[in-house]
DNA sequence: GAATTAATTGAACGTTCGTTTTATTATCTC
DNA sequence: GAGATAATAAAACGAACGTTCAATTAATTC
């Protein structure tokens, strides 16, 4: 047989990009074979390169695409004030709602890097250090201002990263809590961690601390 | 040619634990090949099956090996006072020296988990869930004693866990910070996540927010 | 020093891998 | 409706995989 009734090429060509993500997250990229993958689509090994040159070709572009995502959702989210409290929280709920809602393409950047060539990992790694770039240049604006007090921005910005995108390892939707819950507590979370002061945050509820340390 | 003069079966085995801690950590399970490993030993592929009866076994005792170990080492680590606060500070001494000294078996016991069979998986899951429940029992301790301020204990320990955790991703002995530095760094941190009241903590030095919140 | 055991080699097994080639058919263009 | 093109199937490629087996030699035992 040949081609086969109602074939598209952008309909593969999507089907074969989500089948990718969710099996790579599952599996793994090695363990995940050409052969499975066609299986998943519904189509033979051979069709998958028509869209993709080679097996890293297709995992560099879920990569890619996934972190030009990100960097694009939070340029829109990016908030025009300058108040670094409310940056750092949009910064938050931000990394929260876009790694949740692409847990399985999250995983697979997070896990997948040392199957790249060096050239292709040094331009995903490129990418990613931009965006954690913002969030140093908070913490440091929010520490210049007084408003945060962190002992070393670099240390606070991994630790803050690290905590938040983990989220994606426990996290089941519809399960014992909502995304907005678990948002909210990270972000009361995450405002203590860099100490900021009451009132310097819009977005956040009151952190709570300081009202009881005044009241010792 | 057969046994080679000077041949040792402990030492042998030894050797291919610490080649294969270092080439799954950098390869991942899937893409390191048998004879890859043994060719890294300095002996070939069917020598390996003398000590490991299959690749996934050789997987399996490494990660059991590294959770009992952790599991060992908090045990001798654990403060005999009741405390919260100096219980946690000695939890997260123990967890960021423990990773940081391996820092590739943690990669892999972390990242290979997919590739157990179900059976070896739940026993792995039940150690790692013994360890967190640990930390868990701290922090409920903590808010019931009014010391620590929880929203919520699971997704506390959680977002904890994963940021200290996430310290073997980026530190690189002997570069900017030292473990020492580190383990300070993180512990200030911790103290300000839970929320952690002046003079509870006997191990941190004070946590210094409160300070400034009472000064407003 | 002969017998036994421990440690390893070298070659091979069947399977699966990513990928390529060729042929075939559906769809689109005019 | 003929010709061009897009989309796929089917089969095959060589290479690499985990693993097994028989042979061989070093070390140990008595």
Redesign the interface.
């Given at each position: 047989m040949a081609r086969t009734t109602g074939s598209d090429g952008e309909k593969t060509e999507a089907a074969v990009r989500e089948a990718a993500v969710g099996l790579i997250a599952?599996?793994?990229y090695?363990?995940m074979s050409m052969r499975q993958l066609a299986a998943e689509v519904g189509v033979q090994a051979a069709a998958l390169y028509r869209y993709f040159p080679t097996k890293e070709d297709l995992l560099f572009t879920l990569m890619r695409e996934h972190m030009e995502g990100l960097l694009e959702a939070w340029d829109d989210a990016r908030p025009a004030a300058a108040d670094p409290a409310a940056r750092l929280a949009a910064y938050v709920e931000n990394h929260i709602a876009f790694h949740i809602e692409r847990r399985h393409a999250t995983h697979v950047s997070n896990?997948e890097l040392?199957?790249l060539s060096h050239e292709r990992l040094t331009q995903i790694l490129k990418m990613r250090t931009a965006y954690e770039k913002e969030l140093r240049a908070i913490l440091r604006d929010g520490a210049e201002a007084g408003i945060f007090?962190t002992?070393?921005v670099g240390?606070?910005a991994?630790?803050?990263?690290?905590?938040m995108?983990?989220v994606i390892?426990?996290f089941r939707p519809g399960e014992r809590?909502s995304i907005s819950e678990?948002t909210t507590?990270?972000l009361?979370?995450t405002m203590?961690?860099?100490?900021a002061?009451?009132g310097a945050c819009s977005a956040a509820r009151p952190v709570?601390?300081?009202t009881?340390?005044?009241a010792?």
């Open positions: 599952r599996l793994g090695e363990a896990m040392r199957s007090e002992d070393d240390l606070t991994m630790a803050l990263i690290q905590m995108t983990g390892v426990w809590l678990v507590t990270y009361s979370m203590r961690l860099v100490g002061k009451i709570g601390r300081a009881e340390a005044v010792l």
